[in-house]
């Protein structure tokens, strides 16, 4: 499978522990995004990288959250110290380039915060 | 961000057309119109985008408004597996981020 692949799918935690989610993006992308989805909603964004920069993040993207693609291909994206509100699926996608238009999602990780 | 209204739901019989409408009226001159769906349980899909002129692939047809401030996508002939959730977005040519709003969600009956 060449898509966009994400573990864990799912993660149970609970209040105050630290989770971790891995993204590791179509090979030849050079672009990766990370959203959140809470239940109804229409994804929100959350970072954006160009290769290993860190180009872009929403102001949705707390201290408690942190984002890295350190060589530039697989990315993590790490929760602190986690709350209830946290609870939502995580989505990574990646594209190509911007003018493609296109962006490829995985099927998410979905966290649930006890 | 410019802003897109979708009705919250719409219903379609199997093998029968369905035009999803969005309306965007403050979009920009270089704004691109963006559709992407969610099947349950997945991550969103891209459908298709356009910026001026009517568009079309292999899943859909793009008709954008002369003036731009509404679309409609197009399903010829819809089939259980388009049941889904169809987003309608504006993309500013260099912005990096896509801005989701609610969408409609699509009920196809057999």
């Known amino acids: 499978d060449t898509g966009v692949s994400q573990n864990p799918r799912h993660k149970i935690t609970k209040r105050g522990q630290n989770v971790t989610f891995r993204c590791d993006p179509i090979?030849?992308?050079?672009?990766l995004y990370w959203y959140r989805q809470t239940l109804g909603q229409g994804p929100e964004f959350l970072t954006y990288?160009?290769?290993?920069?860190?180009?872009?993040k929403s102001r949705l993207l707390s201290d408690r959250f942190s984002a890295e693609r350190p060589k530039g291909s697989f990315s993590t994206l790490e929760i602190q110290r986690t709350e209830q509100g946290d609870s939502a699926m995580y989505l990574c996608?990646?594209?190509?380039?911007?003018?493609?238009?296109?962006?490829?999602f995985g099927e998410g990780s979905r966290l649930t915060v006890l | 961000d410019a802003k897109t209204t979708q009705p919250n739901s719409m219903e379609s019989n199997e093998e029968e057309p369905v035009h999803l409408p969005c309306n965007h009226s403050?979009?920009?001159?270089?704004?691109?119109i963006h559709w992407y769906r969610q099947l349950p349980s997945q991550g969103p899909e891209y459908v298709i985008h356009?910026?001026?002129s009517n568009v079309n692939n292999r899943m859909a047809s793009l008709a954008i408004a002369e003036d731009r401030k509404s679309s409609t996508l197009i399903l010829h002939r819809a089939t259980l597996r388009d049941a889904a959730v169809y987003y309608c977005?504006?993309?500013?040519?260099?912005?990096?981020?896509?801005?989701f709003g609610k969408g409609t969600k699509l009920t196809v009956n057999p």
């Open positions: 090979s030849e992308h050079n672009r």
């Open positions: 356009g910026l001026t």
């Open positions: 403050t979009i920009s001159g270089t704004d691109y």
């Open positions: 990288f160009q290769n290993e920069a860190q180009l872009e």
């Open positions: 996608a990646s594209s190509l380039e911007l003018s493609t238009g296109e962006l490829f």
């Open positions: 977005i504006l993309r500013a040519p260099r912005s990096e981020k896509l801005v």
